[in-house]
């Protein structure tokens, strides 16, 4: 299965600050060890990601922050990952789309589709979005 992250489980995943990181990461742990999956970025999701992640309150981090943790995500991962290019208009946003808040969410929710992904989420409300579970840790072995 292929998982295109929004912009908060992507956050959540690189930012060990957040407050659903040990979810998201426990759950690309489980993925990880199943061997059959694959993560996949894209443009909206990274630029949402280094736009946001200045604007945490209580952390003093810049655009440029954001862009190393990225990187830093990306060759730490041991999870296949790709990067999706975009060609979605505005024209191809869902019906469900009524409010300026649902555009990125109903944007990334069709892209996904497009290339046979599920859109990996934290949030509920997105119509067909496969919601992140919390799943039990993993042991520390020790």
Known sequence: MKYLLDVNALLALAFQGHEFHGQVLT??????????????????????????????????????DGRDLLTALKARLR????????DHGADRLPDWVKTPRQTTDGHLAELAAAHGAALATLDEGIPGAFLIPHLPAAPVAG
Not at 79 to 86: A, I, K, Q, V
């Open 27 to 64: 759950w690309v742990d489980a993925l990880t060890a199943k061997r059959r999956h694959e993560l996949l970025f894209c443009a909206i999701a990274e630029m949402g990601f280094v736009r946001i992640l200045p604007q945490l309150r209580g952390h003093d981090l810049t655009v440029a």
């Open 79 to 86: 999870l296949p990952f790709s990067f999706l290019p975009d």
